[in-house]
């Protein structure tokens, strides 16, 4: 083997190496990404879940309020399962491994004191959650 060879070889290795590089740092992007839209998928269900409750409860219907949420829950799924595809099933374990340290099981909730904001549509109450005013529907 001349110089030249090895010398092209140990060239060869350091582009390698400054793409390896990179791709991690592409990954962890797009792993933190994942993590944020689990965080946004799992609040829009407890919002899903709180809704459906106080509508059961109430013998209510608001089923167009209720589709927001879940189309929203769809395309929050269809982002996270986009992003999940650009990752090694090893490397989409390791966002799992870290949503589940990250999310705290259940925060405790002021019972009373939940509407602290008004919608900017109709001025209606509505929970620091809420991703949607209960009464008019629009997008908080
Ligand atoms: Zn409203």
């Not at 929203?72 to 099933?89: F, H, V, W």
């Not at 259940?106 to 509505?126: L, R, Y």
């Amino acid at each position: 083997m001349d110089f030249n060879k090895i010398k092209e070889m140990g060239l060869e290795y350091a582009e390698k190496g400054k793409n390896a590089a990179l791709d991690l740092a592409e990954k962890g992007k797009t792993q933190a990404l994942i993590v944020s839209e689990q965080g946004k998928l799992l609040k829009a269900q407890r919002q899903l879940g709180a809704l459906v409750y106080s509508l059961a409860k109430g013998k209510e219907e608001n089923q167009p309020l209720v589709d927001k949420y879940i189309e929203m829950i769809d395309s929050i799924e269809q982002e996270i399962a986009r992003l999940k595809a650009s990752l090694t099933p090893a490397e989409a374990a390791e966002v799992d491994y870290v949503v589940h340290e990250d999310v705290p099981a259940e925060e405790p909730e002021a019972p009373a004191a939940e509407a602290h904001k008004s919608c900017p549509q109709c001025g209606a109450p509505v929970s620091d959650d809420a991703l949607f005013c209960n009464k008019c529907g629009a997008q908080l």
